[in-house]
């Protein structure tokens, strides 16, 4: 077992990212269909578009994102996340055992330290590990900051 791949505290240790076309109509049926509970979400501050968000199904955690599935190179309709003790080792590990990597691991503005991953059957792996525990209030503040210095 590779000791860098124990879940981080504060994450399931796997969960899964769903690109649909509209959040909201997607947040609306996992709360008919399962009960679904939303944990937060974040909203694109240029587009007031879902980028993300969390959801509680039955004490499991599903993330939504809102994507256009028209792209002649759709971004994948499923992502598995990885929550992992240290998100660089086990990326190099992954690369090391066949996986391509697409992106490499770096800090994110939401506390979490990710990278990407495919799988040699085509899946797509993100890994991270937490290193700064951020409220969802000080996520989009942050998100709203970055947003706006890469407006023209």
């Not at 769903?18 to 996992?30: E, G, H, K, N, R």
């Not at 028209?70 to 992992?84: G, S």
């Not at 700064?132 to 890469?150: H, I």
Request: hydrophobic letters at 45%.
């Amino acid at each position: 077992m590779n000791p860098d791949a124990e879940p981080a505290p504060s994450y399931p240790p796997l969960s899964a990212v769903l690109t649909v076309p509209d959040a909201a109509v997607a947040i609306a049926f996992y709360a008919r269909a399962f009960g679904a509970v939303e944990r937060f979400r974040l909203t694109d501050p240029l587009t007031g578009r879902i980028a993300h968000v969390e959801l509680d199904v039955l004490g499991g955690l599903l993330m939504l994102a809102e994507g256009a599935a028209a792209d002649p190179a759709p971004e994948p309709t499923l992502r598995l996340c990885l929550f992992v003790k240290d998100a660089d080792a086990v990326t190099a590990s992954a690369a090391a055992a066949g996986a391509l990597v697409q992106r490499a691991p770096r800090d994110e503005f939401y506390g979490h330290r990710c990278g990407r991953i495919r799988d040699p059957f085509g899946h797509e792996w993100m890994l991270f590990h937490e290193y700064e525990p951020v409220p969802p209030a000080e996520m989009q503040r942050r998100w709203n900051a970055l947003a706006k210095a890469k407006t023209p």
